[in-house]
C-alpha cells in the first residue's frame, strides 16, 4: 500500500508491506500548488501523478512481488482533487484518509486541520516495536 502526505511546500510518497517501509520518497509539490481552487493547480496535479507514477515504476522494478494495489491520501486541511486525479490519470485506487472514520477519539474528533497538523503523531503514536534494543 502507498501513501502521500502534502505538506505546504512538498510531498511524500511511502511505500509499506507488512508493517514494513519499502520505500519513502520526497517530491517538490506540495499543498500551496495543489489545493489551489482555481483550474490554476491542473499543472501541479499533472506533477505529483508523474512524482507517483516515476515512484510505483521504479519499485516494481525492484520489488516485483510486492504489489501496491491502493494509494491512501493523508489528510490535508482543505479539500483537494488528488484522489480523484490520480484515479483518472494513473488508474491506481486512490483514497483519502479521515482519521474520524478508523480511530476512535474521546471526546470531540479532530476537524480536517488538526488531522493534517498532527498526521505525523497519531501515526507515532500507532506505532508497536516488537522487537527491543
Known amino acids: ?50 512524482e507517483i507514477q516515476r515512484t510505483l515504476d521504479h519499485f516494481e522494478r525492484q520489488f516485483r512481488s510486492v504489489p501496491v494495489d491502493r494509494l491512501l491520501i493523508a489528510p490535508t486541511p482543505r479539500a483537494t482533487r488528488v484522489a480523484e486525479f490520480l484515479r483518472t490519470r494513473l488508474g491506481v485506487e486512490a483514497q483519502d484518509i479521515d482519521l474520524r472514520d478508523v480511530l476512535a477519539f474521546d471526546g470531540d474528533a479532530p476537524e480536517r486541520d488538526v488531522q493534517w497538523r498532527l498526521f505525523h503523531h497519531f501515526g507515532a503514536c500507532l506505532r508497536h516495536e516488537a522487537k527491543s534494543l
Do not use: C, K, Q
Not at 4 to 10: C, E, L, M
Not at 33 to 45: F, K, P, Q, V, Y
Open 1 to 50: 500500500m502507498g501513501l502521500a502526505y502534502f505538506a505546504d511546500d512538498w510531498g511524500l510518497v511511502t511505500i509499506n508491506h507488512r508493517e514494513e517501509l519499502y520505500l519513502a520518497r520526497r517530491f517538490d509539490v506540495g499543498l500551496r500548488h495543489i489545493a489551489d481552487d482555481t483550474r490554476g493547480n491542473e499543472a501541479a496535479l499533472e506533477r505529483v501523478a508523474v
